[in-house]
């Protein structure tokens, strides 16, 4: 079985700051995992996904996220954050022996200017 | 720009009465997923098709609810009767089907369906 838990349900950068979102996940076998960005009122957008090539992967609008087998983690991250940025982001796990995908609770993230 | 769409974008409706949620999936796409978002519990995925078919609709309870999708360009989400706790955001999301299975892939969601159950 998968799940994923993300830390901070809100966080809160100024604009320009390193954002940090964290994820953990857990599965019996090896994972897929997805982070995907949701603005108001709009449904959710793929930023990146793992799926068992290089372990850092790069995403869109400059997110980048490493899988990290030995601490079951998928953080994403981006250097320098945009007022754009301000919006709900969830991560995401599957596997290739199932056909459940399972989404964190998601976190929201603030952009102060 | 290929999207997928979703209708109605909002509902409101009484206890008791059938709503149904239709989703154009983008074309050439052969899965089809929904998804139910609240507050309480997030998101959570209710059914999926490939290529029509269902693949797994163990998330969706299945004494009100019905997935369908009677052709490939069109997918059907029905409740009935509804309740007022089936009242959250439905989206429906596409994905091309590529080699790796459905696990693997990218989903391109809709703008969801606003339903209101009072």
């Known amino acids: ?113 | 720009d290929a999207r997928v769409t979703q209708t109605p974008r909002h509902k409101v409706t009484e206890m008791g009465q059938e709503v149904t949620m239709r989703c154009q999936p983008i074309l050439g796409h052969n899965t089809v997923f929904w998804y139910r978002q609240t507050m309480m519990q997030g998101l959570e995925l209710l059914a999926y098709f490939r290529n029509r078919a269902p693949l797994d609709d163990s998330g969706m309870p299945k004494d009100r609810f019905s997935a369908e999708m009677p052709d490939a360009t069109l997918a059907t989400l029905k409740i009935q009767p509804s309740e007022p706790r089936d009242s959250a955001v439905y989206f429906c999301a596409s994905g091309p089907g590529l080699a790796g299975g459905p696990s693997t892939d990218t989903q391109y969601f809709g703008p969801g369906t606003r339903l209101t159950v009072l």
């Open chain 1, 1 to 113: 079985a998968q799940s994923v838990t993300q830390l901070g349900s809100h966080v809160s950068v100024s604009e320009g700051a390193l954002v940090l979102l964290r994820c953990n996940y857990s599965s019996s076998v090896p994972p897929y995992l997805f982070w995907y960005v949701q603005y108001p009122n709009q449904g959710l957008q793929l930023l990146l996904k793992y799926t068992s090539a290089a372990t850092l992967v790069k995403g869109i609008n400059g997110f980048e996220a490493e899988f990290k087998k030995s601490e079951t983690s998928f953080h994403l991250t981006k250097p320098s954050a945009h007022m754009s940025d301000a919006a709900e982001y969830f991560c995401a796990v599957s596997s290739n022996t199932g056909n459940q995908f399972y989404f964190g609770t998601g976190t929201s993230l603030t952009v102060i200017p």
